[in-house]
């Protein structure tokens, strides 16, 4: 693990680090069972069969699901296209309407906008300024052409969490089907399929401390949902996604979920501890320091904040040694604001300076401590530097001022 | 316990040592290849890397690679995109055929390789755009097809190529530039690469439409996060295959075909007059059913296949064999044994053990019946 204080890793939303108790269970899959269709003779070996389906289990296991349930993929991106995508071209000629939100991670929207192309209608729903989307309006919105209600669990860029349970019963009540990205949610909150009433749920290995390349759709059987394949061939994973599972990913993706689901109490308390530190930290010694998203409906690893009176750029360069993200890391590269901060109201400025913080199973209060000092150095400093702090400290409203056409 | 002699290297090589190697040592670079930051970078700078080396080993450049989660997904990502026409060889993969249940069929001969001029005849009918998919060499026969034949014929008729070349790749010369291809699918676990990793390899000019959107990763071809892991071990396994030596597995693949046959004359290798991948022989036991064989043999330690090893263990009829004409009844006695980079001689002499006693015991031809 990362233990050079140079650099601190404050990104786990992005990715997380592979836990080295997952990598220790795949690498006998690299190496011994890799492949080898004879493993079964092998006398402390499980076949390479068997181990996905243990790994299959693992995965129902955290969300409560049957593992017959789970379709393998190769991440969270594919387990929305497949499950976006499949759903609204199977049920095609009977429904063509599907309602999702703005805040949505941009696969989920991407795919969306693939169907309207194709003649599916879409709603996006907007949210509520902190971030949560007006269960009313989903209940208006739904009719008798509706399909698919596609809801995150929990979002990539702010981390607050939806009521899925309640969007859940909306849809059973209405006959559609619910479809959440949950790849910010598994290992970090409680879920389950069968109480929240959940049809379709995508899941990402990486973002809960398994490894890159490796994810799951978990498609309910009843009732039966069905999908159209994104990928066809040899007909594994029941037909729904053809392609050689990677074995080794499998077991570690599954080990991942097993010990998500056995320390998820344990762990949020520690990460809820280290990120009030954080956020206290930064509070008390900054002012005009905004919290995007609503600061308690959020999972414990993320914080979202906005530096009014600096630069975007500059309080980025001012902090090289902290791995943040401004943005969701997909769309980092462009320097457009965040859609999802828009979404929220965030004035653009404002936008331009968030950073959004992850804290995970790794982050010690020792670079906690570190990266409070650093952020608030750097703000300072750049502050300093500032003619709108200047005049924010004056008491002149940034807003009332004419400024010059050039 | 008995030494088990693996025979199926074209369902799944084994993993090579070095991938390993490099897989094991990467696991402990973390972050996203997409993030801006020093980790971010450093996984990014790991994945072009490898990018790098497999665009090299094809002579293409970095930016022509897409990688994909599977050799499945790189043809179904060919095979999906705005064609108004697809014409297909009768022997492709699955992977290919079932993308576009819409494609037309073009046949093959007898010995496996595709009908030059019933493909003329489909291209001159076809409606553009057109896009024609030819394997280079098929993975239950490995029979070699004139790819080159095909691409000439296909760009005199304005229509695009796409080869799946899975099977191939490392066992045979692959140059992009030579080759002519638009699109060429590849795979990382055929050549002692990890499972869950591919490639398309695309022509820069051409465009594709992607079968997974979202964040844009892979020049917007192919959204999602990277499996760098894979990645790494992918072009451990290309590096490493360059020093196999492909002419000494020709020729225990020859001395196993000539020895069976020296056993049983009635013995057929379909395809065996085509031009083929020095590894695979696809073998028929006259009146032993190949589920049997496959049985007797995994008995006696050695793994072969009864075709394609795809969704399960369940042995259908082959629909190479049919395309190639061979009678149903006549193609399920059909084994098929790929050979290795590894295989050593003595491993070809005890399985030309086991098939003997599985021959002497099952097979009605057999004069110890």
Known sequence: MNTNLDQIYLDYQSSTPCDPRVVEKMIPYFTEHFGNPHSRNHPHGWTAEEAVEIARKQVAQIINADPREIVFT??????????????????????????????????????????????????????????????????????????????????NEIGVIQPIAEIGKICRDKGVFFHTDAAQAVGKIPLDVNAMNIDLMSISAHKMYGPKGMGALYVRRKPRVRLHALINGGGQERGMRSGTLPTPLCVGFGEACAIAQREMVTESAHIKKLKDRFYQGIMNRLTHVYCNGDLNLRVPGNLNLSFAYVEGEGLMMGIKELSVSSGSACTSTSLEPSYVLRALGVEEELAHTSLRIGIGRFTTEQEIDMAINRLVEAVERLRVMSPLWEMAQEGIDLKSIQWANH | MRKLLYLDYNASAPLRPGAKRAMIEAMDVIGNPSSTHHFGRTVRHHLE???????????????????????????????????????????????????????????????????????????????????????????????????????ALAKHHGALVHCDAIQAVGKIPIHWSQLGVDFLSISAHKIGGPQGVGALIISPEIPLRPLLVGGGQERSYRSGTENVLGIIGFASAIEAGQADNWTQVDHLRNTLERSIQKICPQATVF???????????????????????????????????????????????????????????????????????????????????????????????????
């Not at chain 1, 209608?121 to 052409?145: A, C, F, M, S, W």
């Not at chain 2, 992977?95 to 489909?122: E, F, H, M, Y």
Request: aromatic share 4%; hydrophobic share 40%; with cysteine.
């Open chain 2, 271 to 369: 395809g065996g007059k085509a031009n083929r991948l020095p590894n695979t022989t696809c073998i028929s036991m006259p009146g032993v059913t190949n589920d049997i064989q496959i049985m007797n043999l995994d008995l006696a330690g050695c793994a072969v296949s009864a075709g394609p090893a795809c969704s399960s263990g369940k042995v259908t009829p082959s629909t190479v064999l049919k395309a190639m004409g061979i009678p149903e009844k006549e193609a399920a006695t059909a084994i098929r044994i790929s050979l290795g980079w590894a295989t050593q001689a003595d491993e070809i002499d005890d399985f030309l053990g086991a098939w003997h006693t599985v021959y002497k015991s099952c097979s009605p031809l057999s004069e110890h019946k």
């Open chain 1, 74 to 155: 190769s991440g969270a991106t594919e387990s929305n296209n497949l499950a976006i995508k499949g759903v609204a071209t199977f049920y095609r000629d009977k429904k063509d309407h599907i309602i999702t939100c703005v805040t949505e991670h941009k696969c989920v929207l991407d795919s969306c906008r693939h169907l309207e192309q194709a003649g599916v209608k879409v709603t996006y729903l907007p949210v509520h300024q902190n971030g949560i989307i007006d269960l009313d309006l989903l209940e208006k919105t739904i009719t008798d052409r509706t399909v698919l209600v596609s809801i995150m669990a929990v979002n």
């Open chain 2, 49 to 151: 890397l490898a990018r790098k080396i497999i665009a090299d080993f094809f002579e293409a450049t970095p930016k022509q690679i897409i990688f994909t989660s599977s050799g499945t997904e790189a043809n179904n990502l060919a095979l999906k995109g705005d064609f108004a026409s697809v014409i297909v060889s009768a022997v492709e993969h699955p992977s290919v055929l079932k993308a576009r249940p819409d494609a037309t069929i073009c046949p093959v001969d007898s010995s496996g390789q595709i009908d030059l001029s019933r493909l003329t005849n489909l291209l001159t009918q076809s409606q553009k755009p057109t896009l024609v998919s030819v394997m280079l060499a098929n993975n239950e026969t490995g029979v070699i097809q004139p790819i080159k034949e095909v691409v």
